[in-house]
Every structure is written in structure tokens, then in C-alpha cells.
């Protein structure tokens, strides 16, 4: 679905991406991993094609990425930290955004709902607490039924009731065989999402491995303590 082939990224003399070279398929539930800085933002902004790399291509189902804007509309991205106009109501954003996307089939509302933002629909995005734009952004990336899912820090601001919520929702699009890519810093909530890890650091791969692989390596069944084990094998 997603190929990554040798992509490089500087920021002047900084090398952010070295050698990325990735397969990326439908049905596979990936969690992208690794220290601050360690290039796994600038890999999805490459995705998304808001940032071009210095060499090497993505493809998306074989063409490349550069110059096709169509490509969008198959995924739905949830920011770590999401910026909206700060005068509109969370209805006029999702109208908004209905609008730019032109998209006719049927939209998903269930985070809608089940976050409650029916109920405080015209609310200004500016009086709005962390937690309740995390819950728009949220159902922002799902509304379009995307075939892949790129989340950003999903849970981060939000409620432990609200983060049970979104934790549902990914694996029930898991079960449907979409593409989900999530970075998380909390591993512990990464538990029973994935079906691939990846770890990043200093811009290279270190590791990308299923998570039944990861387990029978290490023995261990929680992610935070497979991965943790695993690295310091690698690091000796």
C-alpha cells in the first residue's frame, strides 16, 4: 500500500532520515516508536507530503506520491497537536473540512458521539480544553473511513474514559484491515493495538518486527517490556 525506498531527509547539514527503505500493507496495525527526535515525525510528514525528501521516493499502491494530491483522501491523519481556526465552532471545523475533502460516501460519527461533541458542537475552538481538541482531531481522522489511519500521539491529553474510547475505535478499523500507523511514547497503551512495531533512532530503523516475533524473542507479553528487553540485546 505505503513503500518507503531509500528516503533521505537533511535540514542543512542535519541528515533527519537516513536510508528509510519500508513496506507498509494493508490489514498491519504499526506502531512507530523511538526517543524524541529520532525522525519518526519527519517520516509521516514525508507520507503526507508535507515534507519532501532529499532523495529516495514514496510510492502509494505503486505510483508516487510527488505531484498526486488524490492520494490524501485514503488517509486520515490525527496530529499530536491540532490548530483550527480559533474563531469557529467545532461544527463550522467539520463542516470545514467536509467541504475541502468533497467526500460523498458515508461518514463515520461514531467518535462524534461517542465523545460527546454533539453536545457542545458550537462551541469556540479557542475556549476549548486540550483533551476536548484532541477529541476533534480524533474524530476529524476517522470521519472520511480513510483506508489507512496515520495517529500522532493519539491519547495524549486525553481522559483515561475517552482514551478507552479511541483505543476501541482503532481496533475495530484494525479488524476492517486498514493500514493504522500510531506514535506513542506511553507503550503501555500500545498493548493489543498493534501487529508491527517499529523503533527509530538517530533517523535510522533499528528494529521492525511483528509483534508475535517480538514476543517470542523475548519472552515477554507487554510491549514497553519486549521492546526495553530487545534494544539493550541490540545496544551491547
Known sequence: MIELIDIKKSFGKTEVLKNISLQLDAGQSIGLIGPNACGKTTMIKA????????????????????????????IGYMPQ??????NMSIIQVVNMIKNIRKYSGQIDQELWYAFGLDRVSDKKMRTLSG???QKVSATLAFLFNPDILILDEPTAGLDPLSAEVLRDKIIKERKKGKLILITSHLLNELD????????????EIILYKTIEDLYAETGE???SKAIGNLLKSIMK
Open 47 to 74: 507520507i503526507l507530503s508535507m515534507v519532501i525528501p532529499t532523495e529516495g521516493k514514496i510510492l502509494f499502491n505503486g505510483n508516487n506520491i510527488i505531484g498526486d494530491v488524490a492520494y490524501k483522501n485514503h
Open 81 to 86: 497537536i491540532g490548530r483550527y481556526p480559533e
Open 131 to 133: 483533551g476536548t481538541t
Open 192 to 203: 493489543e493495538l498493534l501487529s508491527h512495531v517499529i523503533f527509530m533512532q538517530d533517523g
Open 221 to 223: 507479553a507487554k510491549i
